[in-house]
């Protein structure tokens, strides 16, 4: 573990502290904004996937009792979910939580970098594979192309839920996969966003309308060593398995869509 002067130590635990703060409360003027939203035409999905190599990653030292380092990663996501008041179990769309989570997620002080950039991607109800393809590109840059399958899967899973949850005629699905990859020796924490304009068609269900998709992509980079010198305060927080962080969200007991749009 690389060593680091006091000072530095102090001010590692001072930026872990403030970025485990509680999002701020919006002002008047977001509050007047968020206020003219109409969360009862949007919902969310999410899935989660946590995926490796095989390659070889240091040892936990201070951290073992976490068992792995992606259950360390997995503790540090759900750590910026709560403080973010974000629940990726559930259905309902808040927006506020949705973008707080996402300015957490990209400022883990325990991350070496953060990147992130942007895809779009033309679909209709009888064509997504541009939606895949644009989230494979972005993904197999931090996973290998087998793995890659199991994060389809979980795209299907959530597109199943975004058809089987009720809201208004005409609706926006906010969908987000979650990625650990260990990939290289390196531990990846990922995010792909999007948000999907569908219709509820009479006999049908509902169908996604014909439009131009922006796919979001961001991720992090575990910083090892400086995790085990935060040791004390990752153990302190609630502490989340990979699996059930994998399992924790609405899309998971969905089974997949076995649309042939997916293909087309």
Known sequence: MTEISQSQFRREAAEIALWESPSPEPDTATRALLSQFDSSSNDQGVGNNAVGDGSRLP????????????????????????????????????????????????????????????????????????????????????????????????????????????RQTEKNSNQQIGCLSVHASRLYLGVVRTTVSMEHKKGKGYEQLTQTLQVYRGYGVLDFDKC??????????????????ANDTASASQQPNQSPAWDN
């Open 59 to 166: 040892d936990l030292g201070p951290l073992s009792s976490f068992g792995s380092w992606e259950s360390v990663a997995a503790t540090i996501v759900h750590k910026a979910a709560s403080v973010s008041g974000f629940d990726p179990g559930g259905t309902t769309f808040d927006l506020k939580a949705w973008n707080d989570f996402l300015t957490k997620f990209a400022t883990i002080p325990l991350c070496l970098q953060y990147v992130y950039d942007y895809r779009e991607a033309n679909i209709s109800s009888l064509s997504l594979k541009s939606a895949v393809d644009a989230v494979d590109d972005l993904l197999k840059s931090f996973m290998s192309p087998e793995n890659y399958l199991g994060v389809v899967e979980s795209i299907k899973k959530v597109g199943q839920l975004a058809l089987s949850t009720e």
């Open 228 to 245: 085990k010198r935060s040791a004390d305060k990752l153990l302190g927080w609630d502490g989340k398995d990979v699996d059930d962080w």
